[in-house]
T-cell receptor, first 112, second 116 residues
């Protein structure tokens, strides 16, 4: 079975600073990895996903993530934080079936 | 852009009452999911439909929860009777195929349930 661990339930950065949200996964098969963002009282919106091919994945809103098999990681980054990036971020993993497992989430706060 | 629709957005009920949530997936999507998200946690799958058939309901508390997707399009999730511990966000998602790991799930805005 697949699982993910998101390191840090709360991350705070200053506007314009680097955003780094950490995700480590466990999977017995080659994983498919996803990052979703959730704004208060809303559903989840897909930021980016890794399936096969290039290990550096670019998503919406300037976010990107790099799949590192040797480290079993899929960390999410953005070079410069914006106030509108404040939200909850979820990492998720799937195997060959459609069983999506989510992490507990990381709340990103952006300080002016 | 097509979206997953859910209603109601908010529901307040008293324990022991019955509640129902509705979901309309993106047109043409074969697979529909219901998730429960407890405050401060990630979503957890309750039930997955492929067209009108249940594919996975292993985490659905069947003594009080039921779900149906009669015509393979929209779906209803019901709780009867509601308990205090059912307070959560109920999310519906859909995906085009459902039989591939690469298939992306698209989420609706959710229904926030508060049980008093």
């Amino acid at each position: 079975a697949q699982s993910v661990t998101q390191l840090g339930s709360h991350v705070s950065v200053s506007e314009g600073a680097l955003v780094l949200l950490r995700c480590n996964y466990s999977s017995s098969v080659p994983p498919y990895l996803f990052w979703y963002v959730q704004y208060p009282n809303q559903g989840l919106q897909l930021l980016l996903k890794y399936t096969t091919g290039a290990t550096l994945v670019k998503g919406i809103n300037g976010f990107e993530a790099e799949f590192k098999k040797s480290e079993t990681s899929f960390h999410l980054t953005k070079p410069s934080a914006h106030m509108s990036d404040a939200a909850e971020y979820f990492c998720a993993v799937k195997g060959n079936n459609n069983d999506m497992r989510f992490g507990a989430g990381t709340r990103l706060t952006v300080k002016p | 852009e097509a979206e997953v629709a859910q209603s109601p957005r908010y529901k307040i009920t008293e324990k022991s009452q019955a509640v129902a949530f509705w979901c309309d997936p993106i047109s043409g999507h074969a697979t529909l999911y219901w998730y429960r998200q407890i405050l401060g946690q990630g979503p957890e799958l309750l039930v997955q439909f492929q067209d009108e058939s249940v594919v996975d309901d292993s985490q659905l508390p069947k003594d009080r929860f039921s779900a149906e997707r009669l015509k393979g399009v929209d779906s209803t999730l019901k709780i009867q009777p509601a308990e205090l511990g059912d307070s959560a966000m109920y999310l519906c998602a859909s995906s085009p195929l459902g039989d591939s790991g690469t298939d992306t799930q698209y989420f609706g805005p959710g229904t926030r349930l508060t049980v008093l």
